[in-house]
């Protein structure tokens, strides 16, 4: 028989028992997203709702130059001084760098104004579009003004042609483009072809093909600005799509500040504009200096537009990864929130980088593994190439089972002439993309 000790020991273990399996029955289920280090599943708010303050414009506000991506930044002071005519507020003039407080709203004018409000309205600062410092992205350079680094975890949806960023429930950071032209008379901003335009159609029959090597001069100082090589799919209907890759060791003999290289796996949708990618890139620049940044940095990407520089690009936080590291992209749908994670990992480091766009749907998808040059282009010589890239481990589903699609290989047109020995190879059973350059 059990004593009165071994009963209320009894009784208690019965209790805690009780209140495991209690706790146990209230955690949500982990998410897609969250499986894969993305954003916390939490509902956006009906956007189309909201309301924004009036905007209060100040054309006698003096313009400043924009030296840096126009990015939401935590826990900014703003000086509450009063705006005086032909000047900046307090807390921004042509010697500072602005920055952009958590709640601004940034206004791109057809006349390539752009103007920076903070949350009730209260115009910061604005400049032409035309003079800001130009930045590196995936496709190209664009304007600064266009580009924003937003915190890993964001969510960014868009309604009547404005997008909202949110983060940890809070909304930081509003864009309003009436913008749809090109910036007229720049040479800052190169522009670049869509990267399904005048392709060289290789190895249909999934075998290993190679194009006729180009003859390049070390005297040539001609700049390569364009998509390199690729493999791209048939259309598609999926909810995932990963593939890994390793940081080439063979890095490149950069020859000017802004040559830059970007490796990724991405997605476009027939009828949407831009790509959403996880982006490896070799000598990323956020700012207008004239370094090298002889590194990798990887990051989600949102770029809303392969062919107009004034359309704004969305990045999540960059992370380092150093030569040799194997990283993967994913781009993960979540079906009760209708968005998609785009996600980098670092798999050497173990760290992460993500967010989550609602811009696109499942269906008409066109996936991609591409080498592209960005930036002011690269020197026309096999050195400003990175080594071969060998996307493995894909991974292209719906609701759980498998996708079949089949992937053809391409070299952009221009790119054999510019460079030696670039060649694609598609393998099948597994799905396997060697982008081969020559090094």
Same mark, same amino acid.
């Given at each position: 028989?059990?004593?009165?000790?071994?009963? *209320?020991?009894?009784?208690?273990?019965?209790? +805690?028992?009780?209140?495991?399996?209690?706790?146990?029955?209230?955690?949500?289920?982990? %998410?897609?997203?969250?499986?894969?280090?993305g954003t916390v599943s939490?509902?956006?708010?009906?956007?189309?709702?909201? /309301?924004?303050?009036?905007?209060?414009?100040?054309?006698? #506000?003096?313009?400043?130059?924009?030296? =840096?991506?126009?990015?939401?930044?935590?826990?900014?002071?703003?000086?509450?001084?009063?705006?005086?005519?032909?000047?900046?507020?307090?807390?921004?003039?042509?010697?500072? @760098?602005?920055?952009?407080?958590?709640?601004?709203?940034?206004?791109?004018? &057809?006349?390539?104004?752009?103007?920076?409000?903070?949350?009730?309205? =209260?115009?910061?600062?604005?400049?032409?579009?035309?003079?800001?410092? /130009?930045?590196?992205?995936? #496709?190209?350079?664009?304007?600064?003004?266009?580009?924003?680094?937003?915190?890993?975890?964001?969510i960014a949806t868009e $309604? #009547?042609?404005?997008?909202?960023?949110?983060?940890?429930?809070?909304?930081?950071?509003?864009?309003?483009?009436?913008?749809?032209? &090109?910036?007229?008379?720049?040479?800052?901003?190169?522009?670049?072809?869509?990267?399904?335009?005048?392709?060289?159609?290789?190895?249909?029959?999934?075998?290993?093909?190679?194009?006729?090597?180009?003859?390049?001069?070390?005297?040539?100082? *001609? =700049?390569?600005?364009?998509?390199?090589?690729?493999?791209?799919? /048939?259309?598609?209907?999926?909810? *995932?799509?990963?593939?890994? !890759?390793?940081?080439?060791?063979?890095?490149?003999?950069?020859?000017?500040?802004?040559?830059?290289?970007?490796?990724?796996?991405?997605?476009?949708?027939?009828?949407?504009?831009?790509?959403?990618?996880?982006?490896?890139? !070799? &000598?990323?620049?956020?700012?207008?200096?004239?370094?090298?940044?002889?590194?990798?940095?990887?990051?989600?990407?949102?770029?809303?537009?392969?062919?107009?520089?004034?359309?704004?690009?969305?990045?999540?936080?960059?992370?380092?990864?150093?030569?040799?590291? %194997?990283?993967?992209?994913?781009? #993960?749908?979540?079906?009760?929130?209708?968005? !998609?994670?785009?996600?980098?990992?670092?798999?050497?480091?173990?760290?992460?980088?993500?967010?989550?766009? @609602? =811009?696109?749907? *499942?269906?008409?998808?066109?996936?991609?593994?591409?080498?592209?040059?960005?930036?002011?282009?690269?020197k026309y010589s096999t050195? $400003?190439? /990175?080594?071969?890239?060998?996307?493995?481990?894909?991974?292209?589903?719906?609701?759980?089972?498998?996708? $079949?699609?089949?992937?053809?290989?391409?070299?952009?047109?221009?790119?054999?002439?510019?460079?030696?020995?670039?060649?694609?190879?598609?393998?099948?059973?597994? +799905?396997?993309?060697?982008?081969?350059?020559?090094?």
């Amino acid at each position: 028989m059990l004593n009165s000790i071994d009963m *209320r020991s009894l009784h208690l273990y019965t209790v +805690l028992l009780a209140l495991l399996l209690t706790a146990m029955l209230l955690v949500p289920m982990v %998410s897609a997203e969250e499986a894969t280090g993305g954003t916390v599943s939490t509902k956006l708010p009906d956007v189309s709702t909201l /309301t924004l303050p009036q905007l209060q414009f100040d054309p006698s #506000q003096e313009k400043i130059t924009i030296t =840096r991506e126009l990015s939401p930044e935590q826990n900014i002071q703003l000086t509450s001084t009063n705006i005086k005519s032909k000047k900046t507020t307090a807390a921004y003039s042509q010697a500072s @760098t602005p920055t952009v407080p958590y709640g601004a709203i940034i206004h791109h004018a &057809n006349n390539g104004v752009t103007t920076v409000f903070d949350k009730t309205g =209260r115009q910061l600062f604005a400049t032409d579009d035309i003079n800001a410092a /130009t930045v590196t992205t995936p #496709q190209n350079e664009a304007p600064a003004t266009f580009v924003h680094e937003i915190p890993s975890g964001s969510i960014a949806t868009e $309604s #009547q042609g404005k997008t909202y960023v949110f983060y940890q429930d809070s909304l930081i950071l509003t864009i309003i483009n009436e913008n749809t032209e &090109n910036i007229p008379n720049s040479t800052t901003v190169p522009t670049t072809t869509a990267p399904r335009i005048q392709k060289n159609e290789l190895n249909t029959n999934t075998e290993i093909a190679h194009q006729t090597p180009g003859i390049a001069t070390a005297v040539d100082s *001609r =700049r390569y600005k364009e998509w390199i090589e690729y493999a791209e799919s /048939t259309t598609v209907t999926i909810d *995932r799509f990963e593939s890994t !890759w390793a940081a080439p060791t063979k890095t490149p003999v950069n020859s000017g500040s802004r040559e830059s290289l970007a490796i990724f796996n991405g997605i476009q949708q027939s009828g949407t504009s831009g790509i959403m990618q996880p982006v490896l890139m !070799w &000598n990323f620049c956020p700012y207008q200096d004239s370094q090298i940044h002889n590194e990798y940095k990887g990051a989600a990407w949102d770029y809303q537009s392969t062919t107009n520089p004034n359309k704004d690009s969305l990045h999540s936080t960059p992370i380092s990864v150093s030569p040799g590291d %194997s990283v993967t992209g994913t781009l #993960q749908w979540n079906p009760t929130l209708n968005r !998609w994670t785009i996600q980098f990992k670092n798999l050497g480091t173990g760290q992460t980088t993500s967010f989550s766009t @609602t =811009r696109f749907t *499942r269906n008409n998808l066109v996936l991609y593994m591409a080498l592209e040059s960005t930036a002011a282009g690269v020197k026309y010589s096999t050195d $400003s190439l /990175t080594g071969t890239i060998t996307f493995s481990n894909n991974i292209i589903k719906y609701q759980g089972s498998d996708v $079949s699609t089949t992937f053809t290989g391409y070299i952009k047109d221009g790119a054999s002439s510019a460079f030696t020995g670039l060649s694609t190879s598609v393998t099948t059973n597994p +799905l396997k993309i060697d982008l081969y350059t020559g090094r």
